[in-house]
């Protein structure tokens, strides 16, 4: 598909690229960039392998800026990326788009967007918008789920909390990777080496750099609290360990007493005078119940119960 750039973005019908007076966007296959590229005339030889698209970024060349997209999937994080690249200079952009999700963005743009100025650097902004457009509600919806775990670890509801929280943070993580690569782009473009843009809307790449900026900064806090919960965790988890371990000493405590009671008159020695006695064995269990007593108070007092 080939589009023009004027008052809105609309579909049209290139005969050649040769001295067109407006701008374009050409969204074709691999495929047909292999066996095309030169009526483009940009001056490339370029050659890529989808399956080696790793990163999102830029590369200027004499002639020429040419970069890839790798965007995490904001449906099935970390399982899916969509993956494209460009080619773009003074006349336009071409984008090679095996996916279909770079088209998917401009024929939003073709049904929404009118512009009073048009020109290239306005409809990269428009497509680098719409790629983040909505990952503020997603950052927010994150947030509240860090806030009910953590709620959730202080009342001792934790139990599946801590696997949810590491899908999350590894969600961020690929969210502030992605973000960290779109700003260098949008930086990239901002700088202008080869003098593609004008100068007046260089702007617009500046306010992309504001707003992937402010993202990557939520995920990057985000990320902290993420390790603040997972510490809070531990921290549970440790307090709860200390009450057993201080039960364990208390029960301890009270039975080792009467353990050596057991063990004294548990020797069967023929002269013990007690054996005899016909209130020896009521005294014993007497004994035994005031320990328990006295250690139950002393522990009380302690706060150890």
């Known amino acids: 598909m080939y589009y023009k750039i004027g008052e809105r973005i609309e ?13 374009y966007i050409a969204v074709i296959s691999s495929e047909e960039w292999i066996n095309s590229n030169r009526k483009f005339n940009m001056g490339i030889e370029w050659d ?30 970390s399982e899916k990326y969509y993956k494209f690249a460009f ?21 939003r743009l073709v049904k929404t967007k009118k512009y009073i100025n048009p020109c290239l650097e306005k409809f ?4 680098l918008e719409s790629i983040i ?10 947030e509240l789920k860090l806030d009910t775990m953590e709620e959730e670890i202080l009342n001792g509801e934790n139990e599946d909390s801590i696997k949810e929280l590491s899908e999350i943070r590894s969600h961020i993580r690929d969210l502030r990777i ?40 939520m995920t990057t806090s985000l990320s ?38 057991a063990g004294w008159y548990g020797m069967n020695f023929v002269y013990m005078p007690e054996f005899q006695s016909p209130v020896a064995y009521p005294i ?8 328990v007593i006295v250690s139950l108070i002393f522990f009380k007092k302690k706060k150890w119960l």
Do not use: W
């Open 11 to 23: 579909p049209f019908e290139p005969k050649s690229f040769d001295n067109i007076p407006f701008q």
């Open 48 to 77: 890529f392998n989808f399956d080696e698209i790793t990163s999102t970024g830029a590369e200027v060349n004499i002639d020429s800026l040419t970069g890839t997209f790798c965007i995490p999937s904001r449906e099935v994080f």
């Open 87 to 107: 080619a773009l200079d003074e006349k336009g952009i071409v984008f090679v788009d095996d996916e279909g999700f770079a088209s998917k963005i401009i024929e």
């Open 124 to 127: 990269l902004y428009d497509f």
């Open 133 to 142: 457009h909505r990952d503020y509600k997603i950052l927010e919806q994150f």
């Open 178 to 217: 992605h973000y960290a690569q779109m700003l260098d782009l949008s930086q990239e473009l901002e700088e202008n080496e080869n003098e593609f843009f004008s100068e007046n809307n260089e702007r617009y790449f500046h306010l992309v750099c504001q707003r992937v900026q402010t993202l990557y900064d």
């Open 224 to 261: 902290e609290y993420t390790t603040q919960i997972r510490d809070l965790n531990q921290a549970q988890i440790d307090l709860k360990q200390n009450k057993i371990m201080t039960i364990l000493t208390v029960i301890t405590s009270i039975f080792m007493p009467l353990t050596l009671i």
């Open 284 to 291: 014993v269990i007497g004994v035994s119940i005031l320990i």
